[in-house]
């Protein structure tokens, strides 16, 4: 683990290297975070990255369910590999096959998921990706 | 098991019910042994275009990801969007705020419901809740000017006051509402055709719940007391005196219960801030020295927007906000890198949380119980695609 930030919103935010994520999410989930909210990807071209955020929470205790906790990690845009969390929090499942979609992530360990929200044979780059340019239609065309 | 014993069932994209889903079926027999959702068919990349927008335009198109839920939507996102700015809403917007959400919550309870008693046969059902939407979205046009999509929350307070007479129109739209409950309890709730149906179909235990993220009153038919209100309660619940519906049983019956026990504590919410609302300024005083004219405004009670919402620019950061929506938790992801478009807008509803449900809810259940557990999700498609 690199950081461990308190936000502003009383949230705490864990910076880890992605090598290290299926490791911090297993120390997570004994600490009784227990459910995954959200995956964010978020793409940042000139810096030849993309930021991989989950937020995090708990059903069980519901003192700790007041806390949304947030792991950043990164990685890079040519090889966007991170290692799936799906064994540690089955609530991940979709949260990633989205991930995979819209912004090419790679989360390997698990077996190859079908499209979830794009075209079965969607070809070419993910488009929530910056670098994704939406073809106009009308007088722009 | 080899294939030829078992048979893959596609059923949809074209309306299995409700909304544009695929569900592909593994069955043996009439026994479901897998059950596969497929999405995806009204997604309108509303994260993408989010970033071509600015942020007052965002209101309207978060709206549309759900449109029988639009108040809890348009309140979320300007929740993230206030915490971006640093800037709160005076009292009395944020009990009108919690007003309409209610209110909100009441006619998406209806609307789920209505889809359910059809689903299973009970056309009643389905008039009768859509019928009785209508007092409830009458009060939220006579609030706010529209039927579904209100744009009503804006950064810093609400567009509108509260119309002259709307209370004693809403306290009678509360009792209507009560009796009916009655009237639904007799007719469909404990009808022995619906008791059949519903009764130990489609059982999500606790520890499963919790397991596969289900939110909202599907989490609390679990025996989860997870309610954003109460969790992390924003602008006035920490006011409010209200209970979490829960239910042990976890099954199609108990998820229909507790969303009739939230319609309950929606109309004692609703009654309770018509009792107590405080006068005030509906728009943060930021904002309202930039309104055109201070005493036009005044007299009309409602905002034009100023000029400077156009051209929004909150400061370089993040901010997350999550509310209690009808259907379960929902989520807003907001980065500003400073200009007057979010750099990066992220969305999870609670339809694409109970997507899950599915997946796990059905697994051994007959064919014919698909319409009864797919409507007890209250699933709404174009809430989960976005």
């Given at each position: 683990?690199?950081?461990?930030?308190?936000?502003?919103?009383?949230?705490?935010?864990?910076?880890?290297?992605?090598?290290?994520?299926?490791?911090?999410a297993h120390?997570l989930?004994?600490?009784?975070?227990?459910?995954?909210?959200?995956?964010?990807?978020?793409?940042?071209?000139?810096?030849?990255?993309?930021d991989?955020?989950y937020?995090?929470?708990?059903f069980?205790?519901?003192?700790l369910?007041?806390?949304?906790l947030?792991?950043?990690t990164?990685?890079?845009?040519?090889?966007?590999?991170?290692h799936t969390l799906?064994?540690?929090?089955?609530?991940?499942?979709?949260?990633?096959?989205?991930?995979?979609d819209?912004?090419?992530i790679?989360?390997?360990?698990?077996e190859?998921?079908a499209?979830?929200?794009l075209?079965?044979?969607?070809?070419?780059?993910?488009?929530?990706r910056?670098?994704y340019?939406?073809?106009t239609?009308?007088?722009?065309? | 098991?080899?294939?030829?014993?078992?048979?893959?069932l596609?059923?949809?994209?074209?309306?299995?019910?409700?909304g544009?889903?695929?569900l592909?079926?593994?069955?043996d027999?009439?026994?479901?042994?897998?059950f596969?959702?497929n999405i995806?068919?009204?997604h309108?990349?509303?994260e993408?275009?989010?970033?071509t927008k600015?942020?007052?335009q965002?209101i309207?198109?978060?709206?549309?990801t759900?449109l029988?839920?639009?108040?809890?939507h348009?309140?979320?996102?300007?929740?993230?969007?206030?915490r971006l700015l640093g800037?709160?809403a005076p009292l009395r917007?944020?009990?009108?705020?919690?007003?309409l959400?209610?209110?909100?919550?009441?006619h998406?309870?209806?609307y789920?419901m209505g889809?359910h008693?059809n689903?299973?046969?009970?056309t009643?059902m389905?008039?009768?809740a859509f019928g009785d939407?209508?007092?409830?979205?009458?009060?939220?046009?006579?609030?706010?000017?529209a039927?579904l999509?209100?744009?009503?929350?804006?950064p810093?307070g609400?567009?509108r006051?509260?119309?002259?007479d709307?209370?004693?129109d809403?306290l009678?739209?509360?009792?209507?509402?009560?009796?009916r409950?009655?009237?639904?309890?007799r007719?469909?709730?404990h009808?022995?055709?619906?008791?059949?149906?519903l009764k130990?179909?489609?059982?999500?235990?606790?520890?499963?719940a919790?397991r596969?993220?289900?939110?909202?009153p599907?989490?609390?038919a679990s025996?989860?007391?997870?309610?954003?209100r109460?969790?992390?309660p924003?602008?006035i619940?920490p006011?409010l005196?209200?209970?979490?519906?829960?239910?042990?049983e976890?099954?199609?019956?108990?998820r229909?219960l507790?969303r009739?026990?939230?319609?309950?504590?929606?109309i004692?919410?609703?009654r309770?801030?018509?009792?107590?609302?405080?006068?005030?300024s509906?728009?943060?005083?930021?904002?309202l020295?930039l309104?055109?004219?201070?005493t036009?405004?005044e007299?009309r009670?409602?905002v034009?927007?100023p000029?400077?919402?156009?051209?929004?620019?909150?400061?370089?950061?993040?901010?997350?906000?999550?509310?209690?929506a009808?259907?379960?938790?929902?989520?807003?992801?907001?980065?500003?890198d400073?200009?007057?478009?979010?750099y990066?807008?992220r969305?999870?509803?609670p339809s694409?949380k109970?997507l899950i449900?599915?997946k796990?809810a059905l697994?051994?259940q007959?064919?014919?119980?698909?319409?009864a557990?797919?409507g007890?999700?209250?699933?709404f498609?174009?809430?989960a695609?976005?």
């Open positions: 683990m690199t950081r461990v930030l308190l936000t502003k919103q009383n949230g705490l935010s864990i910076t880890v290297d992605a090598s290290k994520i299926l490791e911090t120390l989930k004994n600490l009784k975070f227990d459910h995954v909210i959200s995956v964010t990807a978020t793409d940042y071209p000139e810096e030849n990255r993309i991989v955020i937020h995090v929470s708990s069980e205790d519901l003192e369910a007041k806390t949304i947030e792991i950043r990164t990685v890079s845009r040519q090889e966007p590999n991170i799906v064994a540690v929090w089955p609530s991940i499942e979709f949260l990633e096959r989205e991930t995979t819209l912004m090419g790679n989360f390997g360990g698990r190859a998921m499209r979830l929200l075209p079965e044979d969607f070809e070419g780059e993910p488009p929530l910056k670098s340019t939406i073809r239609e009308g007088i722009d065309a | 098991m080899s294939e030829e014993q078992t048979l893959e596609l059923i949809g994209p074209q309306h299995p019910g409700s544009h889903m695929r592909v079926a593994e069955m027999g009439d026994v479901i042994l897998n596969e959702p995806g068919y009204v309108r990349a509303v993408k275009i989010a970033e600015t942020y007052v965002i309207p198109l978060v709206e549309r759900s029988p839920d639009t108040a809890n348009n309140l979320g996102y300007v929740l993230a969007l206030e800037i709160d917007a944020q009990y009108l705020r919690i007003l959400a209610e209110i909100n919550r009441i998406s309870h209806l789920g889809i008693g689903m299973i046969g009970s009643t389905l008039m009768w939407r209508e007092p409830f979205i009458e009060l939220a046009q006579r609030l706010t000017g039927r999509s209100y744009s009503y929350i804006i810093g609400v567009r006051d509260l119309p002259q709307f209370r004693n809403a009678k739209a509360l009792s209507y509402m009560e009796r409950l009655k009237d639904y309890d007719i469909f709730v009808n022995p055709v619906t008791l059949a149906r130990g179909v489609g059982v999500i235990n606790r520890i499963d919790a596969i993220g289900v939110v909202g599907n989490l609390r025996g989860i007391a997870y309610d954003v109460k969790i992390e924003y602008c619940y006011d005196d209200f209970e979490v519906v829960v239910r042990d976890g099954d199609a019956h108990a229909l507790v009739i026990g939230e319609i309950e504590q929606s004692s919410m609703i309770q801030i018509l009792g107590k609302i405080p006068d005030g509906i728009l943060a005083d930021r904002y020295d309104v055109p004219s201070r036009r405004f007299k009670s409602s034009k927007f000029a400077l919402f156009s051209g929004l620019k909150p400061s370089k950061g993040e901010a997350v906000s999550r509310v209690e009808s259907r379960g938790e929902l989520f807003h992801y907001l980065v500003s400073g200009s007057t478009h979010p990066r807008f969305i999870v509803t694409f109970n449900a599915f796990h697994l051994g007959k064919l014919a119980d698909i319409p557990v797919y007890s999700l209250d699933y498609p174009p809430e695609d976005r």
